[in-house]
């Protein structure tokens, strides 16, 4: 995590796919169940729709709003966690998906952030985005996930 004007992850991998398997990916919440560790997001994919990261129990653990949707290219959410209150007290961050060909391969790299220096929230996604996209690279590319589903609790 770097800190500059706020707080920021970025993350970069490269998945033996294609662009539209990627986002097909990215969007379909039965595919993300299995990479998400049991979460999985519900939107109206488009620029203005709403966002959410739902739990197996049935609690919304994050809200948002779609900013950027370029499909195969760009997916941008102004995102809000819901379901630890000094999270949610940070208020709004914005996480961007970028997916670009690379040979065989597609780079993806995702940069979350907000204006808030020393961000717990951040703090806590730069855990959490690379065992979601670990298991992304995994299914994509074996057909299996390395971490299984885990608890969410609050």
């Known amino acids: 995590m770097t800190s500059h004007a706020g707080s920021q992850f970025v993350y970069v991998t490269y998945i033996r796919t294609t662009p539209e398997q990627l986002w097909s990916a990215l969007l379909s919440a039965d595919f993300a169940r299995q990479y998400w560790r049991g979460a999985w997001p519900e939107a109206e994919w488009k620029v203005g729709g709403s966002w959410k990261l739902m739990f197996p129990d049935g609690r919304v653990g994050d809200v948002g709003e779609i900013v950027a949707f370029e499909p195969a290219k760009r997916l941008g959410i102004r995102w809000r966690n819901e379901f630890k209150p000094e999270f949610k007290a940070e208020g709004w961050s914005?996480?961007?998906?970028?997916?670009?060909?690379?040979?065989?391969?597609?780079?993806?790299?995702?940069?979350?952030?907000?204006?808030?220096?020393?961000?717990?929230?951040?703090?806590?996604?730069?855990?959490?985005?690379?065992?979601?996209?670990?298991?992304?690279?995994?299914?994509?590319?074996?057909?299996?996930?390395?971490?299984?589903?885990?608890?969410?609790?609050s």
């Not at 996480?95 to 597609?106: D, F, K, L, N, S």
């Not at 907000?114 to 951040?122: A, L, V, W």
């Not at 299914?139 to 609790?153: I, Q």
């Open 94 to 153: 914005l996480c961007t998906i970028e997916i670009e060909p690379a040979g065989e391969a597609v780079k993806l790299t995702v940069t979350h952030g907000m204006e808030r220096e020393g961000s717990k929230f951040i703090g806590a996604v730069s855990g959490g985005w690379p065992q979601i996209l670990s298991n992304l690279k995994s299914l994509l590319e074996t057909g299996a996930v390395v971490l299984p589903p885990m608890e969410f609790k």
